[in-house]
Each structure stands twice: as C-alpha cells, then as structure tokens.
C-alpha cells in the first residue's frame, strides 16, 4: 500500500532555471531552485535565499507549523508598490535539513511563475 508520507520531505535540485513574478517585478530568479514534496502529489519550488531579490521579503511575526517541516518563518512579499502578506516561508531549523534557510512562495500569492521560458500554471511540473 502506497504510504504518501514516505515522499514527504523529498527534495532534489530542478533542472530548469525557476523564475518568481510580483508586482511586476521578479522576485526570484535561480538555477538552483529545489523541487520538494510536501505531498505525494506534485512539488513546490524552494529557493536559496541569493536567488531572492534583495528587498522583497519582509519578516513577519507570524509563525506556522507544517507536519514532517516544521515551524515556518512568514514573510510578506513586497514588490512595485503591491505586497502579499504572508506569501513567503522559510523553515530555518526544519527536521528534513536540505530545505533549512530555503525561501518557499505561495504560489497563488505570486503573479507569474516560469520554468525557463515558459510559463507554468497552478503548480511545478512533477518531473517524473
């Protein structure tokens, strides 16, 4: 029987070059984005905090748990003059260690997302 906790917390590196769009502006930009599962069913984009434009993420005081992640460190989203508050997470002392530090946007929040040059819709492509 398929347990869909066992890909909970998988993360491999994207072969693609992830693009983040907001306000008109991009917010995150990395060839070095992580795909991770925080469900069986399709991955999230992680990105390293120096793929994140300078200035964009604003600290918030609200924390959140997620089961399997940890607590989650919001962020408001601020970029050409719009902001989105509570559209961007880290989970710095997060129990699976390869996502600790990693900036994580709440897909819906953002305006546009690409992977290279084309434009994806809902969620990351499963690579599999």
């Known amino acids: ?24 502006e991009t917010v995150a930009d990395s060839t070095s984005a992580r795909l991770v599962w925080e469900n069986p069913h399709y991955p999230q984009y992680y990105f390293p905090r120096e793929d994140v434009s300078p ?13 399997g992640l940890g607590t989650a460190e919001m962020y408001t989203v601020s970029a050409g003059g719009r902001e989105a508050l509570g ?6 002392e997060s129990p699976v260690e390869a996502i600790r530090g990693l900036i994580r946007f709440s897909w819906s929040a953002m305006d546009r997302w690409y992977e290279e040059s084309e434009q994806v819709y809902d969620h990351p492509r499963n690579p599999y």
Not at 87 to 92: E, T, V
């Open 1 to 24: 029987m398929f347990d869909p906790q066992a890909i909970t917390g998988h993360v491999e590196m994207s072969p693609k070059r992830v693009r983040v769009i907001f306000g008109g």
């Open 55 to 67: 200035g964009v993420l604003v600290p918030t005081d609200v924390t959140t748990e997620r089961e």
């Open 87 to 92: 559209a961007a997470w880290n989970y710095p």
